[in-house]
């Protein structure tokens, strides 16, 4: 697969670019930025073309499919004009600014027969199933409940993330981690109870929130996100048995051995797993999906894109039904 990047983001450079140049199946052929210096210097690490403008690099015949790591309220647009020029996209996190404008994007891909993925890393480490596999097995009993949360410390005050017109905002970012967790393990039927969001007093961006969410099988989740907390990364499930717990739950290193700790009246049991390479497993996965005649219509990438969509639609209602408080920041 041949690809081209739009942006010289952080995410590329440090997590995407590295795992793409490590998979034999995919070329990165061009990188394409706004200033020609930050192509450059992206061009001269992978041994790629640099690309002035996000344009012609969608012009380019030798390109099959585009990355797209820029702001989530610039995903949409440009998602959209590669699915226009005929190329297939994995799109950064969240797939775009909203459920409507998610809807667009599948329905764009759909008709053009084009593989349209959002770049949740996260979930292409085997660990999720592990812990799949222990509750189905009952270790934990009956589940009550999920908790999860991606918290961080506070950002550079020009980061992308504290930009309102770019789609900034601590549930757009950070939210999304948690809610997706609860969709891994609950599924899609999620009602959004209640949220609370603490947001800047100057504009209103959302610094950090929390949410409870209502499964229709009754199991309750309750996620926690921001920009102004330590430092914490994970999810517990909860159940009438034991309660099994996993830290650096969203980007751990690619040699780090993941735990799985499973608390239970008589003691705690602490199970590690093997170390997983899942930037390496989610680009593979994409270029899998790029090559496989007919991937695009099938049932697994539908799967994926209402994925997107009701991550989006979750999104929303907590955006219209939160308790808003203003701090200052
Ligand atoms: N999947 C993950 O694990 C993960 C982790 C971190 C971030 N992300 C996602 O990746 C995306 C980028 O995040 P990042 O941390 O890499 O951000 P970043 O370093 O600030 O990169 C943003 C990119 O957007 C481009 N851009 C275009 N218009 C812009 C504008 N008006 N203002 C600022 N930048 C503009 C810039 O490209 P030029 O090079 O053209 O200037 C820049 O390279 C976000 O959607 C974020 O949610 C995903």
């Given at each position: 697969m041949r690809i081209g990047v739009l942006g010289a983001a952080s995410i590329a450079w440090r997590r995407v670019l590295p795992a793409m140049a490590a998979c034999p199946d995919i070329d990165v052929v061009a990188v394409a930025a706004r200033d020609m210096g930050r192509a450059r210097r992206f061009a001269d690490r992978f041994g790629c073309a640099a690309v002035a403008g996000y344009q012609p690099l969608l012009e380019?015949?030798?390109?099959?499919a585009v990355y797209v790591p820029l702001p989530a309220a610039l995903h949409h647009a440009w998602a959209a004009r590669a699915l226009r020029a005929g190329k297939h996209v994995l799109v950064e996190k969240p797939m775009a600014g909203s459920a409507e404008e998610a809807r667009e994007l599948v329905t764009l891909a759909t008709r053009a027969g084009l593989v349209l993925r959002e770049n949740?890393?996260?979930?292409?480490?085997?660990r999720h199933d592990a812990v799949e596999s222990l509750l189905r097995s009952g270790r934990i009993g009956e589940l009550r409940s999920l908790h999860a949360a991606l918290c961080i410390p506070p950002l550079p005050a020009?980061?992308?993330?504290?930009v309102p017109e770019l789609?900034?905002?601590?549930?757009l970012d950070a939210g999304v981690y948690p809610l997706r967790t609860a969709m891994r393990f609950l599924g899609r039927g999620l009602r959004v109870a209640g949220a609370t969001l603490r947001t800047r007093a100057a504009d209103g961006l959302d610094l950090s929130g929390q949410v409870l969410l209502a499964a229709d099988s009754g199991v309750q989740a309750s996620l926690e996100f921001g920009f102004e907390h330590a430092y914490a990364a994970r999810y517990a499930l909860w159940g009438s048995r034991a309660r099994l717990t996993t830290e650096h739950?969203?980007?751990?290193?690619?040699d780090q051995r993941p735990a799985l700790l499973l608390e239970e009246q008589g003691g705690t049991e602490r199970i590690d797993l093997p170390a997983a390479d899942q930037y390496l497993r989610c680009v593979a996965d994409f270029a899998s999906a790029v090559r496989t005649e007919g991937a695009s219509d099938g049932p697994d990438e539908a799967c994926r894109r209402a994925d997107a969509v009701t991550t989006l639609e979750l999104a929303d209602r907590i955006r219209a039904c939160a308790v808003r408080v203003e701090v200052a920041g």
């Open positions: 380019r015949a030798d390109i099959d949740f890393m996260f979930l292409h480490h085997p020009e980061d992308i993330r504290y789609g900034g905002g601590a549930l739950a969203f980007s751990p290193a690619a």
